[in-house]
């Protein structure tokens, strides 16, 4: 069995380590910035979870990417609402008393932050699912395009190969 090492006992040591050069919050800080985290982001298996089990999910889905993107591919029962166009649409095609739920393509997209950032401006309660549409394809959940449903193989290193949920 291995020990965990000692934490740096000099102020060199310490800030020259990748890790602890920075030390970790308090456990009562940690804990009110993950609090936070998880009412900002919500995560694609999650949401999967709540639209899969019937009866009202507690939020609308919102995609918001391009036409073009939409085509491609979205979740089933997502509404289609572009970045862009929040302001002009969002009055018309959402409830300010049911929260929304955001995404774009993926990771390296940042169209659902600043689509939640205009809707949270415009008195909407709102998360981000983390992942977007990309992990949404890589978990192995259904989704439709212009032709119409499509479901790939989980990828395993993102979901269990049987197409699970992660189980965290």
Do not use: I, N
């Not at 959402?94 to 205009?118: E, I, K, N, Q």
Request: glycine share 10%; net charge negative; proline share 7%.
């Amino acid at each position: 069995m291995t020990l965990p090492a000692a934490a740096p006992s000099t102020v060199r040591e310490a800030a020259a380590h990748p890790v602890l050069g920075v030390a970790p919050a308090s456990p009562a800080e940690a804990a009110a910035h993950f609090r936070a985290s998880l009412a900002f982001h919500t995560d694609v298996s999650d949401v999967a979870a709540a639209l899969a089990a019937g009866g009202e999910a507690g939020f609308v889905l919102v995609d918001t990417r391009s036409a073009e993107a939409w085509d491609q591919g979205h979740v089933p029962g997502a509404l289609h609402l572009p970045t862009a166009l929040v302001p002009q649409r969002a009055e018309a095609l959402l409830d300010r008393s049911v929260p929304v739920v955001v995404h774009c393509w993926g990771p390296g997209c940042d169209g659902a932050a600043r689509a939640a950032l205009a809707l949270a401006e415009l008195g909407y309660r709102v998360k981000e699912m983390l992942g977007g549409f990309e992990y949404w394809v890589r978990e192995g959940f259904a989704y439709e395009t212009r032709e119409g449903g499509e479901r790939r193989a989980a990828d395993p290193l993102t979901a269990p190969a049987e197409g699970g949920a992660c189980g965290c």
